[in-house]
């Protein structure tokens, strides 16, 4: 009887003497099955690898004296560089191009309250930018509802949303076609094509957050900060059912950042 015969002979004898555990050992029976499927598995692997390492080992060793010419084998021109195969999946660079920067928070490329970009407090804004105080509650509302009349849909405005963005999100998407697709590709819960806007705004970074914009982005990031809220109605459920917009103060106008 060889080395993975008898220790498989072995697995089965102590998984058979398991066999009339009761319900609650079942789970521990799967577990052990299963460690001794690995370990079986990874004996056979070693042995096959030996097996398998010794014949190319001869096989080089034969080619080598065969082959003094210097003319090269099948098997060394199958493994040469030049004569790999292309792999048809897309390379990194690729990838990166579709989907945005490699090295932003893919979370913040995703989508909440309907069509909406999450953002992060990480992507801070810089440049430019304004003081909360110097706008109107008027203009937090206006921007609200733009922002929510463009995403949440049929067939969003993507357009206007890309212009709507903090120059901040848009470097995360990377390029407006990047931040469409992504757009495009979400999904869209009824629930939220219903809303209404809040009349409470804050014209700084406000109560929720405001703590944590400041620390992670700085006072000024946090002074030039402001936020709207809306309510989806027909949302199931409370923690879907109010959202709060986060708007940097640009001279031009207020542009989106952070959904919360």
């Known amino acids: 009887m060889g080395f993975d015969e008898g220790r498989l002979s072995g697995f089965l004898r102590e998984a058979a003497d398991e ?10 029976l799967v577990t052990r099955t299963r460690r001794y499927q690995l370990v079986l598995g990874v004996s056979t692997a070693v042995l096959t690898m030996v ?15 065969d082959n003094s010419g210097g003319v090269t084998s099948p098997a060394q ?13 897309a390379s990194p660079t690729e990838r990166g191009s579709e989907e945005g920067p490699s090295n932003a928070n893919d979370t913040a490329l ?12 990480s992507l801070c804004p810089s440049g430019d930018l304004g003081e909360g105080k110097s706008v109107r ?43 469409t697709k992504r757009i495009l590709k979400a999904s869209f819960d009824d629930a939220f094509r219903e809303w209404s806007i809040s009349d409470e705004v804050f014209l700084d ?19 030039a900060t402001v936020m709207g809220q ?8 409370l923690s879907g059912g109010s959202a709060q917009f986060y708007f940097v103060v640009r001279d031009e106008a207020l542009r989106f950042w952070l959904l919360d």
């Open 19 to 28: 066999v009339a555990v009761t319900s609650t050992d079942r789970s521990r």
């Open 51 to 65: 097996v398998l390492g010794s014949a190319a080992f001869l096989g080089t060793s034969i080619v080598g004296e």
């Open 77 to 89: 021109a199958s493994l040469s560089p030049s004569n790999s195969p292309t792999s048809p999946e």
């Open 110 to 121: 995703e989508t909440g309250n309907g069509r909406i970009p999450l953002g992060d407090v």
């Open 137 to 179: 509650k008027d203009d937090v509302i206006a921007a609200t509802r733009a922002l929510l009349e463009s995403a949440n849909v049929d067939q969003p405005d993507t357009d206007r949303m890309w212009m709507l963005l903090d120059p901040s999100l848009q470097d995360a998407f990377g390029t407006e076609e990047s931040f």
């Open 205 to 223: 970074s406000g109560p929720v957050l405001g703590q944590l914009i400041s620390d992670t982005c700085g006072e000024e990031v946090s002074h």
């Open 230 to 237: 809306a309510f989806f109605p027909a949302f199931d459920g």
